[in-house]
């Protein structure tokens, strides 16, 4: 579980200011001199509205406009991650811990400047010495409060200033028939995830502060595998043929769904999984006399990546015929950290990583006896997002006025109504002689 980083932001600025910290009062140390120069430090500077080709016109850039013309991308946002990226029971959760910094994580998880009361950028002051959270940061009067709740919207990704500071959509394509502005940059599309899945060069080198490892490596993993060269999009974003509006053309498009490692934000989220691309980026290989289960990694990066707290476990068990379990064994697919203690200056590390790496294949044998009551083998994938004692915890974790404000319908039982893992994979064995598979299943359920 992570913990709070109470005093780390401080220390690593005072560290900065050297000697001029016992000659009197100094001002406050920026963003800039405490945490570097890196695009997710700072909300995206995405107008709340884009140009129209001609005249005066504008039209609102947030999703429900957007899906008015553009509807089969609005259907497969709403469900995804992108869409649920504030309301993730998850992350409210974390939020709520004491010494978080808010503005900082919702730079990724609302990062359009539109949607944050506060103005800030790498000149913001830290408002004084002990506080970890605080910015000193200027009134936002371009804030839309009702925009928090998107989350990841069509703005974060496709909204930009044009050079007379109006705002134009940033398209893969252009027809020239939209009526509104549209500037053509496809690699400054499939560029945008790495603001916040690839967000500095050296990742477990970076610290945001000693104890909040959001560390992604993604990026590091893609660039030494055998996908290096490919992008984000070519495999998270699958292209299918449609016209971008309704009675348009029909062009070749990609599709919006990002379904992830395939544990949804809502449980409603299990019945779209496949059809918003989902797919498990592992081919299982079982043998069954002896047991061997061999996992190749298809993904381009490793399995599991991103969120160090997520893992694999695969099971491998002999059942009788009414279903008991006979004998297991269990593999963890993995990174294991130790998450420190901001307050007791105890920084996080990486103490293992036995995750399968892009392109790698493992064999593993599970310790299994033998058994002639045994009617079956059943092999089972489990991707764990959180733990039941990591959701206690969150659970046990108080929201404050604010962030109840805004979230009224924060879910008070996070194990009951937050999807914590799904079944990714299960497939089941007749045992003896000539033993055949009898039956698999590969679409994620709880």
Same mark, same amino acid.
């Given at each position: ?165 109006? =705002?134009? @959509? &940033?398209?893969? +394509?252009?027809? %020239?028939? $939209?009526?509104?502005? !549209?500037?053509?940059? /496809? #690699?400054?599309? *499939? ?56 009675? =348009?053309? @029909? &062009?070749?498009? +990609?599709?919006? %769904?990002? $379904?992830?490692?395939? !544990?949804?934000?809502? /449980? #409603?989220?299990? *019945? ?75 920084? /996080?590390?990486?103490? *293992? ?94």
């Amino acid at each position: 579980m992570r913990r709070g980083f109470r005093g780390a932001l401080w220390g690593c600025a005072l560290a900065l200011l050297g000697p001029a910290c016992s000659g009197g009062p100094v001002a406050p140390p920026t963003v800039r001199e405490v945490l570097g120069e890196h695009a997710f430090l700072t909300p995206i500077d995405a107008p709340s509205t884009v140009a129209a080709t001609s005249g005066g016109a504008e039209f609102a850039t947030e999703p429900v406009a957007c899906g008015a013309c553009h509807i089969d991308h609005l259907t497969e946002w709403a469900p995804s991650s992108h869409a649920l990226a504030v309301h993730d029971a998850q992350f409210f959760a974390e939020l709520a811990k004491p010494g978080q910094p808010r503005w900082l994580c919702l730079n990724c998880h609302a990062p359009t400047a539109v949607q944050r009361a506060e103005r800030i950028t790498l000149d913001t002051p830290f408002a004084a010495v002990g506080s970890t959270e605080t910015l000193a940061a200027a009134v936002n009067r371009d804030h839309e409060p009702a925009r928090l709740g998107e989350g990841i919207g069509c703005a974060a990704c496709h909204v930009r200033r044009d050079e007379d500071g109006r =705002g134009t @959509v &940033v398209g893969p +394509r252009g027809s %020239g028939r $939209a009526p509104h502005r !549209v500037r053509v940059d /496809a #690699a400054a599309l *499939a560029a945008v995830c790495d603001r916040c899945h690839a967000p500095v060069p050296d990742p477990l080198a970076y610290r945001v502060s000693p104890s909040l490892p959001c560390w992604f490596t993604t990026r590091e993993e893609l660039a030494s595998g055998p996908a290096a060269g490919t992008s984000c999009v070519d495999c998270h974003m699958p292209q299918t043929q449609r016209p971008v509006v309704p009675g =348009g053309p @029909v &062009v070749t498009l +990609r599709r919006h %769904g990002w $379904a992830g490692g395939g !544990v949804p934000k809502v /449980a #409603a989220g299990y *019945a779209s999984l496949e059809a918003r691309g989902w797919r498990l980026g592992v081919d299982v290989s079982v043998a069954t006399d002896p047991v061997v289960v061999t996992l190749t990694n298809t993904a381009g990066h490793a399995v599991p990546t991103g969120d160090p707290e997520r893992f694999l476990q695969v099971e491998a068990r002999y059942e009788h015929e009414d279903g008991k379990v006979l004998a297991s064994d269990v593999l963890r697919i993995g990174q294991t950290w130790d998450f420190g203690d901001g307050t007791a200056a105890h920084p /996080a590390r990486r103490l *293992a990583d036995d995750r399968l790496q892009a392109g790698s294949t493992h064999a593993w044998t599970p310790a299994l006896t033998p058994s002639a009551e045994a009617a079956r083998l059943v092999v089972e994938i489990v991707h764990v997002r959180v733990t039941e004692a990591n959701a206690a915890a969150l659970d046990a974790t108080s929201l404050d006025l604010a962030l109840a404000a805004l979230w009224p319908e924060f879910p008070s039982d996070l194990q009951a109504s937050y999807p914590l893992r799904s079944v990714v994979y299960r497939a089941a064995f007749s045992v003896g002689p000539g033993a055949e598979k009898r039956s698999t299943k590969r679409a994620p359920d709880r």
